[in-house]
């Protein structure tokens, strides 16, 4: 199967017949438009493809968190998530893979993710081309892969470079921490090589183990490592430019296979698969939940008809209710009225369902604190929940003491808690408990 790229720096169709490049210009619906009158030109040899995303469309993210039972672990992820991805999770397609250690109480994380309109822009692009993709792969993932071996310490830092960019590969116990992308200026070239040293011994301070620096392959030839975590360009640097991360062998199948793959997406053919592997269990259950399907129906049926006989009951009272107190009006109207003398006469109330009011006071707040972000709201009767953060200490100050005064007690009980996440960021979570 061959394989599309779709890269920071070029768009490549790589198969082992063929290969076509094309260099970015950075937004890729007219990349890829661009590449396509390219590929009008070449007869493919092969149409499906497995689609390759680097870091300028995805995003990655490593997390340290407690060791929790797996069942357990994706709710606690996606919390923590809430932090670092622009947004609402729910707009991304996420996948990720874990290494627990329980001896240390922990669980190492990488987290690969896209914006689903996204990914679905992209698939149908490549649909209205003639292609069929298969699994959509993670460059970074790929590029870990055939960065680890047997062999490789567990604490490494590793470069891969190619024409005017490079990509330094973070590994902490054998597991892919952090990926770093730093291009190259056209205006000023001279200062990449400081660039790259600088960002290495940032790294080297940040890691509490000592690690160890290696080259890619192909990079050996234009660069060495020297001491303290450096490297400079060899005086005899080949004649030949380095080649471009995307190559065919990153699609062998000894990558594809390996239990430290990512898939974003499965290809259909693994879905297929599956289908034929269990079809006749999958039958069996098919037809025990029609039977099961056909109950409930019956059962709802007879729920139906016993809530209608009650619903004209009820109404039948009402009527009848309506024409003993108030005969000259509706009994609509008439429950009403009743309800509201019932309460003036207790000395309760009407207690309707602020909402308008409610989200009325909180764009008032967000004008008072405008680094307020909510990323969970909901309401039911007198009960609120907001979930969000602040950029600044004094916005978060701001929006509680806001917020006591748009739900004030007694009449209502506001919980309240609270993370700081550095540099004056606030994360916090309220839950406002109305009277009844």
Not at 153 to 160: C, E, N, Q, S
Not at 172 to 194: A, D, I, R
Request: charged share 20%; hydrophobic share 40%; glycine share 6%.
């Amino acid at each position: 199967m061959a394989g599309l790229f779709i890269c920071q720096q070029e768009i490549a169709y790589i198969s082992p017949g063929l290969e076509l490049r094309h260099r970015r210009s950075g937004i890729w619906p007219q990349d890829l438009a661009e590449f396509a009158k390219r590929l009008s030109s070449h007869p493919l040899p092969d149409k499906k493809i497995h689609l390759v995303l680097d870091q300028s469309l995805l995003h990655f993210q490593s997390l340290v968190l407690p060791w929790v039972p797996t069942r357990k672990l994706k709710p606690l992820l996606r919390f923590e998530l809430e932090n670092h991805f622009l947004g609402d999770l729910n707009q991304f397609t996420l996948v990720h893979q874990a290494r627990p250690n329980k001896v240390r109480g922990q669980v190492r994380l990488q987290v690969f993710g896209i914006e689903t309109n996204l990914l679905s822009q992209i698939k149908e692009a490549l649909t209205e081309l003639g292609f069929e993709v298969g699994q959509v792969l993670a460059l970074e993932n790929l590029l870990s892969l055939v960065a680890q071996s047997p062999t490789s310490p567990d604490f490494r830092t590793h470069l891969v470079f190619e024409p005017g960019l490079a990509r330094i590969f973070c590994f902490e116990e054998g597991f892919l921490s952090s990926v770093t992308t730093l291009p190259q200026s056209q205006k000023y070239p001279e200062s990449w090589l400081p660039k790259i040293n600088g960002v290495l011994r940032a790294l080297a301070l940040n890691q509490k183990e000592k690690s160890t620096l290696t080259l890619e392959r192909s990079a050996k030839l234009a660069y060495v490592a020297l001491a303290d975590f450096q490297i400079e360009a060899r005086p005899d640097p080949p004649t030949q430019p380095l080649p471009f991360t995307a190559q065919n062998f990153l699609l062998e199948p000894t990558w594809l296979r390996s239990k430290g793959l990512l898939p974003i997406e499965e290809r259909r053919a693994a879905l297929l698969s599956e289908w034929n592997k269990h079809k006749g269990a999958l039958k069996k259950t098919g037809t025990l939940a029609a039977c099961l399907a056909l109950v409930w129906a019956l059962g709802l049926g007879l729920s139906l008809f016993d809530g209608s006989k009650r619903v004209t009951r009820l109404e039948a009272q009402l009527a009848q209710t309506a024409s003993l107190y108030l005969p000259q009006v509706p009994p609509a109207q008439a429950l009403k009225i009743l309800k509201q003398r019932v309460s003036a006469e207790s000395g309760a109330p009407v207690l309707a369902y602020p909402y308008a009011t409610g989200l009325a006071g909180l764009s008032k707040i967000k004008e008072q604190a405008p680094s307020l972000q909510l990323s969970r709201l909901s309401a039911k009767g007198r009960d609120w929940t907001f979930i969000g953060k602040t950029g600044q200490a004094q916005d978060f100050e701001t929006t509680k003491t806001e917020l006591s005064k748009l739900f004030p007690a007694p009449d209502y009980v506001m919980t309240l808690s609270q993370k700081a996440q550095g540099e004056g960021e606030v994360s916090f979570s309220v839950t406002i408990k109305g009277g009844r």
